[in-house]
């Protein structure tokens, strides 16, 4: 199935909203991460929703962010064709400063949704940046993620410590007034790794921000970022709170660096000369008695075993959050 659009994404969250899963959202920022998940989604029957940071899309144009974005998605696009599940692109977390950006992925259909992330500003400021992707996206059959309530790394910045949470009745407001498609809402989960921490989830929120948009009318998907260190019990309470998308990037991360960290200890004495010897790692391929071994070396090797972590790690988080064999499109 080629890489979809808009319109499916939107049936895509319905049916997730209607029959309580979610979409584990997961950003890549290379190839070796993509392969991964679209091995798992197909092998799960599940829609794959992928995203991608301004950042991660600068690192894979060369420091270019809009060549970046182009080449991911053609990559994506390609790739799909092979898999039979629908396969989607996120622009994550897009702030007012990358407003060429949006507008080359539009202009280019080079995505299915834009996440537009405001948060920081006032109520005014975010529902007016929010409307302004909105009015830009939809005509061109694209999906806007907004947020409301701030979502943390690091503690310390925040202010007041309820002014974190996202308000129900303001949720209603903020839907109501931009047209979102999709609403990230704050209940106390952070970017980055938090278990452990003192981070003061407050599921019952979701509930609260559900309930107070379906009394209005308004089936929104909520969603929720910083979700590596939720536990699984965890994950399954918010999802029946109308939780369908749940953003993943620091958990493959690590997946990724352990791999490729035990690969190339388990395999050091075939890559860099033994310990206690007078070979330079500068002049390995002159020198007698010794030779690293191409097949430990080569990147293709560790990508296979990271491509392979990256599947087993979406197939189980495929199955946290219960969207498995539930592909619209196979
Ligand atoms: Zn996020």
Redesign the pocket.
């Known amino acids: 199935m080629p890489f979809k659009g808009g319109e499916e994404l939107k049936r895509v969250y319905q049916r997730a909203k209607k029959d309580g899963y979610a979409f584990v959202a997961s950003n890549i920022a290379e190839p070796n991460t993509l392969i991964g998940l679209l091995e798992g989604s197909q092998e799960k029957r599940a829609d794959l929703v992928l995203q991608i940071s301004f950042s991660a899309a600068k690192f894979a144009g060369g420091g270019q962010a809009i060549p970046g974005l182009r080449t991911i998605s053609y990559y994506i696009k390609e790739l799909a064709r092979n898999y039979q599940i629908g396969v989607f692109l996120n622009l ?2 897009m702030t007012k400063a990358h407003t060429d950006f949006i507008e080359a992925a539009i202009e280019e259909d080079l995505t299915s949704s834009i996440m537009i ?1 405001a948060s920081k500003e006032p109520f005014e400021e975010n529902v007016r940046i929010s409307r302004e992707v909105v009015e830009l996206a939809h005509p061109r059959g694209i999906l806007v993620e907004a947020e409301l309530g701030m ?1 943390k790394g690091v503690e310390d910045e925040i202010v007041s410590k309820e002014a974190f949470y996202t308000a129900p009745d303001e949720a209603v407001e903020f839907v109501r007034r931009t047209g979102a498609d999709l609403l ?1 809402i704050s209940i106390g989960t952070q ?1 980055g790794v938090s278990r452990g921490k003192d981070i003061k989830l407050r599921l019952d929120i979701a509930a609260q921000v559900d309930r107070a948009l379906q009394e209005q009318g308004f089936e929104t998907p909520l969603v929720l ?2 979700t590596s260190g939720l536990l699984p019990e965890q994950v399954r309470r918010v999802i029946g709170y109308g939780v369908c998308k749940l ?1 993943k ?1 620091t958990h493959y991360q690590y997946e990724y660096a352990r791999t490729a960290h035990d690969f190339y200890r388990d395999h050091s004495q075939e890559i860099v000369p033994p310990e206690g010897t007078e070979i330079s790692t500068d002049d390995i391929f002159g020198i007698e008695g010794w030779s690293p071994v191409k097949n430990a070396f080569d990147p293709r090797i560790v990508s296979q075993k990271i491509r392979e972590r990256i599947k087993a790690t979406v197939i189980e988080l495929i199955e946290q959050a219960g969207s498995g064999d539930k592909s619209l499109f196979i």
Do not use: K, L, P
């Open positions: 994550d977390h992330d979502i990230a970017h970022h910083g953003n990037d």
